[in-house]
């Protein structure tokens, strides 16, 4: 749903560090403290071993959940229903993305154990092919699909590149070296991130990847908040973009940030913890992921009402203990993933409280 969900991204895995503040509706959190629990969500595990990945504004959830044969499968959570969406022939498939009107894109095997890309809508799943050796759509809105896809270079080596398919054609977006495509929104702007170089695998001093937000064909880098890297996670309607970014030079320490045209990148407030802003809706609330200090404890979900006021920590479902919210729509409802016990991972959502 190209307004608020997380993707996953090739070019750069980091943890992040940032800054403590107050958030609203909840106690003040303390430097090295963990943020408060709020009380303004419900969690409700949705029954199954999988992960929830987005929601729209209709409130259908889109995800996968493991099936009798233990393998994973693309899923539509609507209105208490479970929607099994299938594969392409083979025996798995997940989702990763739904727009408003339902469309679901995400991968599967197919029956020739090739992964490729797909969208599904209305009960019929259509193979969107494999650009190159593998092929991830990572978002869809209107019907506009991006993601990334591996291509092979001449020199034998292999080069991750963001693509958008508009009306049934595929465009490479040519951004700088290797790139991903995370994000699309309903005026078809498109938020990911680029490597400045060729290589990869560097290490954390001499990584180069930034953020960047495309549009009608134009590239604009989103810079970083003084440091030497930047990604991007996360996209609404107005091209606000979260993500992460590198502080100093060494690029180890980092943090959370937003950004918009009118106000550049600016770091979210975060304690000395560490966080993954995941996603942003058309409110301006953002969702991800918050470990209680720096030197990275567990890991919970978390809500920033806006980038100034610190995050405050969703509760746990009954039984479990919630470690990631990944999407939110404009009504505020949240989903992502909760562990339990046995060390199953279970799909969840947030609903906002009526009183809240």
Request: some cysteine; aromatic content about 6%; proline content about 4%.
């Amino acid at each position: 749903m190209g307004l608020a969900r997380t993707s996953i991204t090739a070019l750069a895995g980091a943890l992040i560090v940032a800054s403590a503040g107050q958030a609203a509706g909840a106690s003040p959190a303390a430097a090295d403290a963990c943020p408060a629990t709020t009380d303004q969500w419900q969690a409700v595990d949705l029954g199954v071993i999988g992960r929830a990945l987005d929601i729209n504004d209709q409130g259908q959830i889109a995800g996968w959940a493991t099936n009798a044969a233990g393998r994973s499968q693309a899923m539509i959570w609507d209105d208490g229903q479970v929607i099994d969406v299938g594969t392409l022939g083979g025996p798995t498939s997940s989702a990763s993305a739904i727009d408003e009107d339902g469309r679901v894109v995400g991968n599967s095997y197919t029956a020739d154990s090739k992964g490729h890309g797909f969208l599904w809508h209305n009960g019929t799943m259509e193979d969107l092919g494999n650009f190159g050796a593998l092929t991830f759509p990572r978002d869809v809105s209107q019907g506009v699909i991006v993601g990334d896809y591996v291509g092979l270079q001449p020199d034998g080596t292999r080069r991750t590149h963001a693509f958008v398919i508009r009306n049934g054609v595929k465009t490479d977006l040519h951004v700088v070296a290797g790139s991903g495509a995370s994000d699309v929104n309903k005026a078809g702007q498109i938020a990911g991130t680029h490597r400045r170089t060729e290589t990869v695998g560097l290490p954390a001093d001499q990584q180069t990847q930034r953020a960047f937000l495309w549009e009608n064909g134009a590239v604009t880098e989103l810079g970083t908040l003084g440091g030497i890297w930047s990604q991007a996670s996360g996209l609404n309607n107005h091209g606000h973009v979260v993500g992460q970014s590198a502080l100093g030079a060494d690029g180890v320490l980092q943090a959370g940030f937003v950004w918009s045209r009118e106000t550049g990148m600016r770091s979210i407030e975060d304690g000395d913890g560490l966080a993954w802003p995941a996603a942003i809706n058309d409110n301006g609330v953002i969702v991800g992921t918050h470990a209680c200090d720096a030197a990275g404890g567990a890991a919970h979900p978390a809500v920033w009402t806006d980038p100034v006021h610190a995050p405050v920590r969703l509760p746990d479902p009954a039984g479990g203990s919630g470690t990631a919210a990944n999407a939110i729509n404009t009504n505020g409802e949240i989903v992502g993933t909760a562990m339990y016990p046995s060390n199953q991972q279970h799909a969840v959502l947030w609903r906002p409280n009526a009183a809240g």
